[in-house]
């Protein structure tokens, strides 16, 4: 029996306004939609929330889920076997980290003594290996991509697009100091998105996406040292200029 989005709400404990904002970004889109507008959500649907909520957990963000459960290579019984077996470990990281904060209590009390490495024990700030593991399984389509159209460019070509990127990368990081929302930035970050989508690097980037892009700028390990070596805390600045813009593009 189909369900209404208040009745979905209810069941899952999340918020009608983030069904409706899943809807509205292709993310989970109900197979039903009455003559009155009303969404009515099927039992495949939930099982598809089900999935988002478990990639939710484990920390994606909603353009990496979409990305991910689009590909047709999608597997939903392999993803739930990763999902407990990503669940598993933060599970046992969580373990860790209570052990540590009652050793700590106890340490404060003066009731036993901690080495300085002890006080950080359960501590993990590396990129999330499960975001790994689904890249490799399902792939990224927009890097696929990127990667297919670089390769059928001549050395000259490739060399031209890399000369083009760095200039923008060295444009914006002479802007990180300055507000992310000032029009300087948003000037830069517009020559990003408008690269981007010229074609060069073979993929379009909604506005959605891009906001996603520059998050992952910055949860991702290796996009963030690379881009940072054009300056200190360029990704994160990157980051929210390009939220600001994708922001005020859609208004």
Do not use: C
Not at 102 to 116: L, N, P, V
Not at 188 to 204: P, T
């Amino acid at each position: 029996m189909a369900m209404k989005v208040k009745e979905v709400a209810d069941l899952t404990g999340i918020s009608v306004r983030t069904l409706h904002h899943y809807d509205e970004i292709g993310l989970l889109h109900p197979e039903e939609t009455t003559e009155a507008g009303y969404r009515l959500y099927s039992g495949r649907d939930l099982e598809m929330l089900q999935q988002i909520l478990f990639f939710r957990e484990l920390g994606f963000p909603l353009s990496k889920i979409k990305e991910i459960v689009v590909n047709p290579n999608f597997d939903r019984l392999e993803a739930l076997t990763l999902h407990r077996k990503m669940m598993l470990d933060k599970r046992s990281r969580i373990d860790q980290m209570l052990t540590t904060i009652d050793r700590t209590i106890q340490h404060a009390k003066g009731e036993i003594a901690m080495s300085h490495k002890e006080k950080f024990e359960g501590f993990d700030f590396s990129h999330n290996p499960y975001e790994q593991e689904a890249r490799e399984r399902w792939g990224d389509e927009a890097v696929d991509k990127s990667n297919a159209k670089i390769n059928s460019m001549s050395k000259e070509e490739q060399k031209a697009m890399g000369e083009r990127m760095n200039e923008i990368y060295r444009n914006l990081a002479s802007l990180r100091h300055v507000s992310p929302d000032s029009a300087e930035a948003q000037a830069a970050v517009k020559e990003w998105y408008d690269f981007l989508n010229s074609g060069a690097v073979g993929h379009h980037y909604s506005l959605e996406v891009f906001r996603g892009l520059g998050q992952m700028y910055v949860d991702d390990e290796r996009f963030r040292k690379n881009i940072d070596k054009f300056g200190e805390g360029l990704a994160v600045f990157m980051r929210d200029a390009m939220a600001v813009f994708a922001e005020q593009s859609e208004a």
